[in-house]
Each structure stands twice: as C-alpha cells, then as structure tokens.
C-alpha cells in the first residue's frame, strides 16, 4: 500500500508562491505518474497538473506560465511550484499517484494540503 504525504501548503499573498511537496511513505513515487488536484468550496475537483512515470509533465491552462511539476529522483518526491499565485487558486490541493496521467483513475491519493491566497 502506498501511503502519500503532501506538505508545504499555506496562506500566502497574491502574486507569491509555494511549492508543494509530494512523497511516498516508505515507497517512492519514480514508478508512477503523479498528479495535482484541487478542489476549491463549492467547486469539483480539478485536475491541475500531471508527471508522467518518464518525466513528461501536463499543466491545464489555467495555470499554465505560473504552475510547474517536476520529480526530484533522488528523493522519490515529486513537486507543485506556484507561482503568481491568485485567490482563485484558493483550494485544498491533493497528490494523487497511479500508472498514467489520462485515462485511467490515480490508485493513491493523500489527504490534501490547503492553499490559501489572500491579502
């Protein structure tokens, strides 16, 4: 069973950043495809960012030019840089892991970390 931990999440000003750390508890997460989501009050969840088990990673527009997703190998961790961030991008934000980006539901998911953007 793969345990997954997301920290790093916080209250922040717009137009700062955060970056959101995604691991594996006693595993690591080089053999999957690792996702972003967030669910904002009163909104589904959306798909925010996706890295595939080699390395290729998918944003959605929204936050395309200010989010990014990237693996640290060394650590088995994957990460969310925000940046820019909006008080739209307010959201519990959760890292989910499984064997593709599309097409197929993520097999782990962690509690989620809360972003909060506000002045």
């Known amino acids: 069973q793969v345990q997954i931990v997301e920290s790093g999440g916080g209250l922040v000003q717009p137009g700062g950043s955060l970056r959101l750390s995604c691991a594996a508890s006693?595993?690591?997460?080089?053999?999957?495809?690792v996702g972003w989501f967030r669910q904002a009050p009163g909104k589904d969840r959306e798909r925010v960012a996706c890295i595939t088990r080699g390395g290729y990673p998918y944003i959605i527009d929204a936050v395309k030019g200010r989010f990014s997703i990237y693996r640290d190998g060394a650590k088995g961790t994957v990460y969310l840089q925000m940046n820019s961030l909006k008080p739209e991008d307010t959201a519990v934000y959760y890292c989910?892991?499984?064997?593709?980006?599309?097409?197929?539901?993520?097999?782990?998911w962690g509690e989620g970390a809360q972003v909060t953007v506000s002045s």
């Open positions: 006693g595993s690591t997460l080089d053999d999957y495809a």
């Open positions: 989910a892991a499984g064997y593709v980006c599309y097409d197929a539901p993520m097999n782990y």
